[in-house]
């Protein structure tokens, strides 16, 4: 049953990604719904199918587990340093710097680097499932930014504080999600195997 509303939800939230990317239907519900009415629905939509997503997932690990492969031992480090990147830059696409601009879609790369880590370490249907697919919405998104023309960031601030900043602030974000996050919240430990 938890691997049903995973994929549902995992529909249901990608779907309504996607829908973003489609600009003359998402100006047809803009103009139909009004921006903020759109807002809202688009929230709303995007809620429930994360809701689903981390229900049906939790469900899932905790009844219906299906190993798929088994992935080697060092794969865990390669994904902590593929985390570290990710939090990196998620945390740039917050603070403009140079790392913005030269990743010119910080929050797609660091979801696209997120979803590999993990699909790296873990073998199970679920995972496989949950993270393949924000790995292939990360991809099409990008691919769909490019054709549009969207350049994403351009310009850096002088100076390289701001880069710092970032690599600083992605550290913290890293080691909070290493060693609060991940062994309370999710019940995997990450450091301390």
Request: proline share 4%; aromatic share 12%.
């Amino acid at each position: 049953m938890g691997l049903i509303i995973l994929i549902v939800g995992l529909a249901i939230f990608h779907a309504s990604h996607l829908f973003v990317r489609r600009r003359a239907a998402r100006a047809a519900a803009i103009e139909r719904l009004g921006l903020s009415g759109y807002r809202i629905a688009f929230s709303i939509v995007s809620i429930a199918g994360l809701a689903m997503i981390v229900w049906g997932f939790g469900h899932y690990r905790a009844t219906g587990w299906i190993d798929v492969w088994y992935p080697p031992a060092f794969m865990r480090h390669i994904t902590e340093l593929l985390i570290l990147f990710a939090s990196i830059f998620l945390v740039a696409a917050f603070i403009p710097s140079h790392i913005t601009v030269k990743l010119k879609h910080p929050m797609l790369a660091s979801v696209k680097t997120w979803a590999l880590a993990h699909l790296l370490a873990n073998g199970d249907l679920g995972s496989i499932l949950l993270f393949g697919s924000f790995l292939a919405w990360g991809v099409i998104a990008r691919i769909a930014a490019k054709k549009a023309g969207e350049a994403g960031a351009v310009t850096a601030p002088s100076g390289y504080l701001s880069d710092v900043l970032v690599v600083v602030v992605g550290l913290v974000l890293y080691l909070a999600l290493g060693f609060l996050f991940h062994p309370y919240l999710i019940g995997v430990p990450v450091f301390t195997r």
